[in-house]
């Protein structure tokens, strides 16, 4: 039943130069998110902490 939910990876879609690319890509994507999102990051942290020390 779970070998039905294998998915074939970049490397077995595309040549290998491709799937690197690809990655590249996505890898990029990620990375400028987490830059666009940086303030939001931080407030999440700085929440998390104070909820922390509140509870101690």
């Given at each position: 039943?779970?070998?039905?939910?294998?998915?074939?990876?970049?490397?077995?879609?595309?040549?290998?130069?491709?799937?690197?690319?690809e990655?590249?890509?996505?890898?990029?994507?990620?990375?400028?998110?987490?830059?666009d999102?940086?303030?939001?990051?931080?407030?999440?942290?700085?929440n998390?902490?104070?909820?922390?020390?509140?509870?101690?």
């Amino acid at each position: 039943m779970l070998n039905e939910l294998i998915y074939p990876t970049k490397f077995e879609k595309a040549n290998a130069t491709q799937a690197i690319i690809e990655f590249i890509i996505e890898r990029y994507q990620i990375t400028s998110t987490t830059f666009d999102n940086f303030d939001l990051e931080i407030k999440t942290v700085k929440n998390s902490i104070l909820k922390k020390i509140i509870q101690s």
